[in-house]
């Protein structure tokens, strides 16, 4: 469902030009979850802006559903670092964003979504005024809120304490075990790729390029991660990112 | 209706009385300064070049209905120029702000005006618009144009890609880009700006109203203390009149940025 081919993005022209994504080809299938696992400024969230339609690719195609991205799109869901919030809007003018812009959406689904998530008590208060985990569930309302068939992440729970992420990653499983949207992950966390990634693709240092895939066939439980097989994931992972860096 | 009172008498005795009571304490701590100066100054000197501030307030109750009606020429003549500053230098300072391309363009021609002293520009002014109230409003609003413009475009340039990433992720066009994160975002820098803009346009209104002293539509607050300038008590009450000018006009910032920017003044209550 999202193809991605060959896909080379530079940043900058001429002899400043840095090379973020180096010929990078995956493929997604519809209710797949994929975690892009690098390290810091790798050029992950590039190539994933790229396929929300942000950032056009130097070389290379990116298409979802066989039609090529061009810009964002209605069925594709970005949630963001700090979830994206706009801190004057009040947390129902946040969920509601999407349709606001004009999507072509069934009005209920906001107030849908934030109810499910537990935030209809605080749909007149301002992102200030809730502590950082309301904050990433209203991200994620948002991101909801239009139905989407692909749901990209980019870092969704960096900077937040265990606990937090920890029941923040259990809502996203719960989530696209009932839903089935693509979901594309980029982290830095390597439990957080073996917990949530049904395969892993480990990228190199800048520029990006795909390392290793690691298949996680065991994903899809809540209790994942006291099991010895999420452990071996792990430890993978981590042998992954480690080979041929200093 | 005994919640809308009940919610008055809380604001009352709370946040809105102690605002008060620091601008009466303020007030009454500059007369008595006011006082000991003056005071001082007569007993150094031996004629009263500062005089008292009862005398002052006194004459400001004399000339009551003469001094009400230059303020609110003074009043009507600032708040314009600076509607017509705010209407054209925000949109500008924030299409230079946020386009790239037009920044480039643009800014170098505002770095070299920006710079000029605004006064430098009155007799053209009056060259372009005569006599008459167009010119005051006219010499206010330029210099208060260029304070506006570079704050906007200072604060356009400060807003965070992640909020404009949101909307763009979410569809949004670029109208909507202005609509949804620029302009919100900006608010809180240009009522900053604004309330700068207070005290500038103050001075610029003086010079304003006390230019062309042939002008038949002289009035206004800065024209009377100039007629008044070698009495005292008079001038000092047109003086205290513009100080009254410039404290309603700060507090009518502060109102609109209370209402506009609510969100800048809510706090953490989520757990």
Redesign the interface.
């Known amino acids: 469902m999202i193809d991605i081919r060959d896909v080379v993005i530079e940043y900058g022209r001429g002899e400043r030009a840095v090379l973020a994504v180096d010929g990078i080809t995956l493929r997604i299938e519809p209710g797949e979850s994929l975690a892009l696992l690098g390290p810091s400024g790798c050029g992950k969230t590039t190539l994933l802006f790229s396929v929300a339609g942000l950032i056009r690719p130097k070389r290379g195609d990116i298409a979802i559903g066989g039609e090529p991205v061009t810009g964002p799109r209605g069925e594709i869901a970005l949630i963001l670092q700090n979830a994206g919030l706009l801190p004057w809007k009040t947390v129902w003018q946040n969920a509601n964003l999407s349709l606001r812009l004009g999507g072509d959406y069934p009005q209920k689904t906001a107030a849908s979504a934030l109810e499910e998530l537990g935030l209809g008590g605080v749909r007149s208060r301002f992102p200030a005024e809730l502590s950082e985990g309301m904050k990433r569930r209203v991200g994620i309302a948002r991101a909801l809120s239009t139905a989407p068939s692909v749901m990209l992440m980019d870092e969704p729970l960096a900077s937040l304490d265990t606990l937090t992420k920890e029941r923040i990653q259990d809502l996203f499983l719960k989530l696209w075990l009932e839903r089935r949207f693509a979901l594309v992950l980029v982290t830095h966390d390597i439990e957080e790729a073996a917990f949530l990634g049904g395969r892993v693709a480990v990228l190199t240092e800048r520029p990006a390029r795909v390392k290793t895939i690691v298949e996680n066939p065991g994903l899809g439980d809540l209790d994942y991660r006291e099991t010895e097989e999420f452990l071996g994931i792990v430890a993978r992972l981590r042998e992954a990112l480690e080979e041929g860096t200093q | 209706m005994s919640r809308i009172r009940r919610a008055g008498r809380a604001l009352w005795e709370g946040p809105v009385f102690w605002h008060v009571a620091r601008y009466v304490a303020a007030m009454a701590i500059l007369l008595l300064v006011w006082w000991i100066a003056s005071e001082v100054v007569e007993a150094v000197k031996g004629r009263a070049f500062l005089p008292n501030p009862i005398r002052a307030i006194a004459e400001m109750a004399r000339l009551g209905p003469t001094l009400f009606k230059n303020f609110w020429v003074s009043a009507w003549r600032l708040v314009l120029a600076m509607l017509i500053a705010l209407g054209l230098g925000y949109p500008l300072g924030l299409l230079i702000g946020h386009e790239r391309k037009l920044d480039q363009l643009i800014s170098p021609m505002i770095y070299i005006i920006y710079p000029i002293p605004q006064v430098a520009f009155i007799l053209i002014l009056f060259l372009i618009f005569g006599l008459g109230n167009p010119v005051k409003v006219a010499i206010v609003a330029t210099a208060l144009f260029f304070q506006i413009l570079v704050s906007a475009r200072g604060a356009a340039k400060q807003i965070e890609l992640?909020?404009i990433?949101?909307?763009?992720?979410?569809?949004?066009?670029r109208w909507?880009v202005y609509w949804?994160?620029v302009l919100?975002?900006t608010?809180p820098s240009i009522l900053t700006s604004l309330r700068v803009s207070v005290g500038l346009g103050m001075a610029f209104l003086y010079i304003a109203e006390t230019t062309g002293s042939f002008d038949p539509w002289r009035g206004g607050l800065g024209s009377f203390i100039d007629s008044n300038i070698y009495s005292g008590p008079q001038a000092f009450a047109g003086i205290m009149a513009m100080a009254l000018l410039g404290l309603s006009l700060y507090i009518l910032i502060e109102i609109i940025e209370r209402v506009v920017?609510?969100?800048k003044h809510?706090?953490?209550?989520?757990?």
Request: a positive charge; glycine letters at 8%; hydrophobic letters at 40%.
């Open positions: 992640e909020h990433t949101s909307v763009l992720a979410a569809g949004a066009s909507q949804h994160v919100p975002a608010l920017c609510r969100w809510v706090s953490r209550r989520g757990s």
